[in-house]
Every structure is written in C-alpha cells, then in structure tokens.
C-alpha cells in the first residue's frame, strides 16, 4: 500500500477494531563526549570533523564506555519507575547501512539496563492514562545519510548520497514501551500525551535537550489493528523517525485508518517500516521490518559488562527532581490558576520559565504575564523557541522589580526587554544606556505641566472649570515630552492640583 491508499472513515477503525500501540522513543544524552569514544559529543559542525577510528569502527580502535551515560540511563530508568539492572552487558546488532561505519550498532539486547517500568500520562481531559515500559537501554547513534538530487530528499530518484559521521556514536536511550492497549478512539491522543510526558520528564532530568527539531529525541510508532473481540494481536507497521508531538498523534491516526481500509478489503497488512510526510500528514512504505533474528545478536566483546552498585543507584534516586506533572499540580494552586491557564502555560513551553522568574523575586501574575504576552511574541518575531530568548529569568525578576518600585513604567520596561534581548546588557545596565528611568521629580514634572498648560490654554480653561476629563490631553503631552518617562498616574495627579481640582 502507499501514502495515496484509500483510507477507511477513523469513526469506522475505532468501531470494528481495536488499537495496539508501541512506541520506541530515542532519546541523544547530552553528555561532552560520545558513548564509547573521546569525540565532542555537539549537534552539528562541519561533515565528519567530528569522528576517530573508534566511532568510525577502524581496525583495532577499541571503545570505553562514558559514565555520565550510563549514570543518565539509570536516571531515567529510576524517574520512569524501572527496575535497574544489576548485571548488565552490550551487544552487536549487526545490519549494513552506509550511516552505520562499524556495519553494526552497538546497543542492547536481552539485558537492558532498564527494565519493567511506567509513566502515568494525563490526557486533555485529565484522565490518567498508564502506559507500560518494557526496557530502556543503551546504545549508539548512527551517521546521517543526505541525499542530494531528487525531489524529495530520500534515497529514491536521488543522484547521489553524501554521509557525515559526526552523529555516529553519540550516546542513545531507546525507551520502548509495553503494547499499549485499551486506549480505543484514544490511542492517537495517548501517543502524542506519552511522547510529550516522556520529553518533559528528560528535560527536567537534565540529560537531554530533547529537540525533535534536531533529532535529539525521535519517535517510532508501532501500530496495529486487531478485531473487536480478538485476542491475538495484528501485525504491525512501524512509522519511524517521527519529529513532532503533533506528527506522532497524526502519523498513528492515519495508520489506524490506512490499516482499517487494507483489512475491511480482505488485504493483508505489511509488517514493515514506513515514512511519515509532515506535509500531507500520511505514511509510505519504507522496506520490510527485520526481527531480532535477522540482526544476529551477540555480547560485544570488546566491552566488559556493567554491574551498578545498589549504593549508587540509591544514590542517583535521591538526584531525580521534582516530576513535571507534580510542578503544574503545585504551580496550579500556589499561582491561582485555571485548568486553561496552566495548559497555555504548559502549551507555551513557559512554565519552567515562568516557575523560575518567580524564585527570582517576581510575583506570579507579573511573570506569567511577561513570558505568555511580550516574550512569546518576541521569540516569534525573532524565529527562536521562548527558552532559546537571549533574557533569563533572573533578568525578567528584576524588570518587574524596577516596575514594582515606579523606577519604569510597563512601557519602558519593554524598551528594557528589548535591550536585554540585542545584547546591550543586564537590566540596570540598559536602563542607563538608555537613559529610560522614570521621571519621579514632582518639580521637573510641574515644569512639563506648567509648559503642556500654556500651550494649551483652551484645555486648561476646561480643566479648571470642572471638565477633569480634558487632563487626558495634558497628560498625554507631558508623556510626550518626557518621552514616555514619566508616571502617568502622576502626572494626572499633579495636572488637577494645578488646575484646582485636586
């Protein structure tokens, strides 16, 4: 079947049959070298500036395992309530690909260091949906295969393929996911509520910067279809690589809806790997799936098995932070919020940066107005993810702080965002680069005033003989002529104590 095959009602799929879903979910570690060599462990650089014999796989280099790596592995088996191995080793898997040097991937097979796991993920409506792990274990990441010359990017109808090897060796998590059943209708939704759980946990670990958009975290789902009643499960399709949490609920929909189609026509589903296309939001097929069979498994001899002290492992339980889901939960109530308003928190990617301005002093309404308003306008104005803003959250602190004490008003402290974010320096330093401290001299004030009121007599008169709504005008013209740095609230008192209204 390919990506234009006809496509079966999603109403109709969820009716006749059920879901069973696998997700594997690969996770770069952002550790300063890679898995099993010295080389710089950097998104990037140059084509293969970034490589040695080891991860190139060159006769008689040897590899060495890195200890943050297997340290962060155990850190995410604890956070995903695994049991940690207390023996485990490497293994081969061998396949030929031109991104894999070696010809094979060294991962791990049958004793992973990371076992027998879960995570409770909540879906929109706020059910609590328990997905199972199956393992999560070590490996090594491949090259990247560009191919140059045909319409599409991929290897079919290109000229020719280019490869760069700096990715090859960097430290992989796979974490793979027991079958998930039971989710019916929901099975697209808890796809994409796993996926997000999953990066919103590896990012408050600390060990991975997560972008799908860069490949440091990648999704492969696995789905199938079996009759309402059935007992055995369906053969499987495995959409791989997909980059987005909206493409993971996408690419599981129309798998369930392309697979119904093939099975209500008395067809045959193809145990295979398939493409997700982000633009039309369907799969095609890829090449026929191997088994664990076909990559001939066995223990890498060149590494010595690993065996964590249960010391160590307590030890490393005692790091993990506080879980996200527990943060929201605890943001929700300490910051008065509502179910909407946390989720356009969450939605916006804010609420770690919103969480942090308020340990640096800001009140919460003030900090959360800031990231969600004029700070998530600017990260799309400048093309850049609201946390990749060149402003901190200390920075953010202390601009609602010279607001708090009337040394700025909400106008300039924009002006003083601005600057933080083109690089002029800490908030104190562009305020007096800038020279946008407010005004708070009642006599140089008086003075605007006085010279705003002769120049509009007519206006005066109407202040002075009752119509206070005329200050406006005043007002507006010492605003002008301060450029914007006086208090306005101010300036109206002072403007009706001239004009004897006070």
């Known amino acids: ?236 399709s495995e959409t791989k690589n997909v980059n987005s949490l909206r493409s993971v609920e996408r690419a599981v929909r129309y798998e369930m809806c392309r697979q119904g189609a093939v099975l209500t026509a008395g067809g045959t589903v193809v145990q295979e790997t398939r493409h997700f296309d982000e633009a039309t939001g369907s799969t095609s097929s890829g090449r026929r799936k191997e088994t664990a069979e076909d990559y001939r498994y066995f223990p890498e001899p060149d590494l010595v098995p690993i065996a964590p002290a249960r010391e160590w492992v307590e030890e490393l339980r005692t790091t993990l932070p506080e879980l996200p889901w527990e943060r929201r939960r605890r943001a929700k109530e300490e910051w008065g919020l509502s179910d909407a308003e946390l989720r356009d928190l969450v939605n916006a990617g804010a609420l770690e940066l919103v969480a942090e301005t308020v340990e640096a002093g800001a009140a919460p309404g003030e900090a959360r107005s800031w990231w969600v308003s004029y700070l998530a306008q600017q990260a799309n104005v400048r093309g850049v993810e609201l946390g990749d803003l060149e402003i901190t959250p200390v920075q953010v602190a202390r601009v609602t702080a010279l607001v708090a004490e009337g040394s700025l008003t909400n106008k300039l402290a924009r002006q003083v965002v601005d600057g933080v974010l083109d690089g002029e320096g800490e908030p104190d330093e562009v305020v007096e680069k800038r020279g946008l401290k407010v005004v708070s001299d009642d006599s140089a004030l008086l003075t605007a005033i006085d010279e705003a009121l002769a120049a509009n007599a007519d206006v005066a008169d109407k202040i002075r003989s009752g119509k206070v709504a005329a200050a406006g005008a005043i007002v507006g013209a010492v605003m002008k002529a301060t450029k914007g740095q006086a208090d306005a609230k101010r300036v109206r008192e002072l403007v009706l104590q001239r004009c004897g209204q006070s």
């Open 1 to 236: 079947m390919t990506a234009t095959a006809e496509l079966m009602d999603y109403s109709d799929v969820v009716a006749r049959f059920d879901p069973v879903l696998g997700l594997e979910v690969h996770v770069e570690l952002s550790t300063a070298t890679k898995m099993f060599c010295g080389c710089a462990n950097v998104f990037g650089g140059e084509p293969n500036t970034r490589v040695c014999p080891t991860c190139l796989g060159l006769p008689g280099s040897l590899p060495a395992v890195n200890g943050r790596a297997v340290e962060s592995a155990i850190r995410i088996g604890l956070a995903l309530n695994c049991q940690i191995a207390e023996w485990c080793r490497f293994a081969r898997k061998n396949y030929f690909y031109p991104d894999m040097p070696k010809n094979f991937q060294t991962s791990q097979y049958d004793e992973p260091i990371a076992f027998d796991g879960y995570l409770d993920v909540v879906l929109e409506d706020g059910e609590i949906f328990r997905v199972g792990i199956e393992r999560a274990h070590m490996e090594e990441d491949t090259g990247k295969s560009l191919h140059v010359g045909g319409a599409t990017g991929r290897i079919h109808g290109a000229e020719h393929s280019l490869l760069d090897y700096n990715r090859a060796g960097v430290p992989l998590i796979e974490i793979v996911t027991k079958p998930i059943t039971g989710a019916g209708e929901r099975a697209p939704e808890v796809a994409r509520a796993y996926v997000t759980a999953l990066r919103d946990l590896l990012r408050a670990l600390d060990v991975s910067d997560v972008r799908m958009d860069q490949g440091s975290l990648r999704c492969d789902a696995n789905v199938s279809l079996m009759p309402k009643g059935a007992e055995v499960f369906g053969t499987r």
